[in-house]
């Protein structure tokens, strides 16, 4: 079962963000995307998730393709985490959690229960009655995750999800990654720690000025010298660390 791209390419503003890539992301496992700034690592995502439409290529869920797929199946098979995410109202966390169970018809009872799952599963129940305009950045990023969560998707695409997150709660956000794959789902993930995305990735997809440079198992693809390369810096190995630390620019 997958998730694939074939040759896609996608235009913005006149100016091409991909360049006839072609990937297969699998369920069951962490897929990490990185790259620097402007590499189209946010734009494959997107087009990815079905939100944006390629001018070439194609799309496909077990081989059907996404721009053929009905609103409301697409929403159930995909749950995407954006980079900023935004809340248009000022509505209790709980009932931001409760729009993830939009696509589904299950009834009040199994919705209330996916509901406090996905809060339990983020850590934000403590919360759950307050206005989300009242909570920090991190706190609120945690609630957007529990409604992609609660929604029970087959696929999870998360765009830079541990950027507002102190270290205790990254580390739980990753272990929760890990264990929706383990459950058989597909995540895919982009990062910018390179840390953390050796910590999390079992593949990994390089990306640079809208094509993919490397992919594959992420104990092949996340090596020192690639990853120097892809980022123009020099890293410094450090006892136990799997891929060290850039330490200056090349």
Same mark, same amino acid.
């Given at each position: 079962?997958?998730? !694939?791209?074939?040759?896609?390419?996608?235009?913005?503003?006149? *100016?091409?963000?991909?360049? &006839?890539?072609?990937?297969?992301?699998?369920?069951?496992?962490?897929?990490?995307?990185?790259?620097?700034?402007?590499?189209?690592?946010?734009?494959?995502? *997107?087009?990815?998730?079905?939100?944006?439409?390629?001018?070439?290529?194609?799309?496909?869920?077990?081989? !059907?393709?996404?721009?053929?797929?009905?609103?409301?199946?697409?929403?159930?098979?995909?749950?995407?985490?954006?980079?900023?995410?935004?809340?248009?109202?000022?509505?209790?966390?709980? &009932?931001?959690?409760?729009?993830?169970?939009?696509?589904?018809?299950?009834?009040?009872?199994? &919705?209330?229960?996916?509901?406090?799952?996905?809060?339990?599963?983020?850590?934000?129940?403590?919360?759950?009655?307050?206005?989300?305009?009242?909570?920090?950045?991190?706190?609120?990023?945690?609630?957007?995750?529990?409604?992609?969560?609660?929604?029970?998707?087959?696929?999870?695409?998360?765009?830079?999800?541990?950027?507002?997150?102190?270290?205790?709660?990254?580390?739980?956000?990753?272990?929760?990654?890990?264990?929706?794959?383990?459950?058989?789902?597909?995540?895919?993930?982009?990062?910018?720690?390179?840390?953390?995305?050796?910590?999390?990735?079992?593949?990994?997809?390089?990306?640079?000025?809208?094509?993919?440079?490397?992919?594959?198992?992420?104990? &092949?693809?996340?090596?020192?010298?690639?990853?120097?390369?892809?980022?123009?810096?020099?890293?410094?190995?450090?006892?136990?660390?799997?891929?060290?630390?850039?330490?200056?620019? *090349?």
């Amino acid at each position: 079962m997958a998730l !694939t791209l074939d040759r896609i390419t996608l235009h913005m503003s006149k *100016r091409r963000v991909l360049n &006839d890539v072609s990937v297969a992301f699998a369920r069951g496992r962490v897929t990490v995307i990185l790259g620097p700034n402007g590499a189209g690592k946010t734009s494959l995502l *997107r087009v990815a998730a079905g939100l944006l439409t390629a001018d070439a290529g194609a799309a496909a869920i077990d081989g !059907t393709s996404l721009a053929g797929m009905d609103r409301r199946h697409r929403a159930r098979a995909i749950g995407y985490l954006p980079q900023q995410g935004a809340v248009a109202w000022n509505m209790s966390a709980r &009932d931001v959690v409760a729009l993830g169970r939009l696509p589904h018809a299950s009834g009040p009872l199994a &919705d209330a229960a996916a509901i406090d799952s996905a809060l339990a599963a983020t850590d934000t129940a403590g919360f759950a009655a307050r206005p989300v305009g009242e909570l920090s950045g991190g706190e609120r990023a945690r609630v957007l995750l529990a409604r992609v969560l609660a929604g029970d998707p087959d696929w999870l695409l998360a765009d830079e999800p541990l950027a507002s997150l102190d270290p205790a709660h990254q580390l739980d956000l990753l272990d929760r990654l890990r264990g929706q794959a383990a459950a058989g789902k597909g995540v895919i993930v982009v990062l910018h720690d390179l840390a953390q995305a050796a910590r999390v990735a079992d593949d990994a997809v390089l990306m640079a000025d809208g094509r993919i440079v490397a992919s594959g198992a992420a104990r &092949d693809v996340l090596t020192p010298d690639a990853l120097g390369e892809l980022f123009g810096v020099r890293l410094a190995m450090l006892p136990d660390h799997p891929i060290g630390i850039p330490i200056e620019r *090349r």
